[in-house]
Nanobody, 117 residues
Framework: QVQLVESGGGLVQPGGSLSLSCVFV????????MGWIRQPPGKQRELVAS???????NYADSVKGRFNISRDNTKNTMSLQMNSLKPEDTAVYYC???????????WGQGTQVTVSS
């Protein structure tokens, strides 16, 4: 069984920065596809960024050039550095771990990010 524990959300002014962290509690972190998904108020969840076991990264167009995803397979952690934050980045941010074979999909509890002056 896998547990994902997020931290680092909060309130920040537009233009500010925040860093989110996700700790993977379990085994075989290095084989999981990891990602950050967010859910803005009143909207559906959307992919923010993902990183494969070999380090291939994908970003949503809305965050390219501002956000940076990374993983540390020695510490079982994934991070999201968010810079130049905008009010539209306000959302609950979820950590996700996904495996195709065998099929596994895990979610963290979510952490609130609010960008407001």
């Amino acid at each position: 069984q896998v547990q994902l524990v997020e931290s680092g959300g909060g309130l920040v002014q537009p233009g500010g920065s925040l860093s989110l962290s996700c700790v993977f509690v379990g085994s075989a972190f290095r084989v999981y596809h990891m990602g950050w998904i967010r859910q803005p108020p009143g909207k559906q969840r959307e992919l923010v960024a993902s990183i494969t076991p070999d380090g291939t990264i994908n970003y949503a167009d809305s965050v390219k050039g501002r956000f940076n995803i990374s993983r540390d397979n020695t510490k079982n952690t994934m991070s999201l550095q968010m810079n130049s934050l905008k009010p539209e980045d306000t959302a609950v941010y979820y950590c996700n771990a996904n495996l195709t074979t065998p099929r596994r999909n895990y979610w963290g509890q979510g952490t609130q990010v609010t960008v407001s002056s």
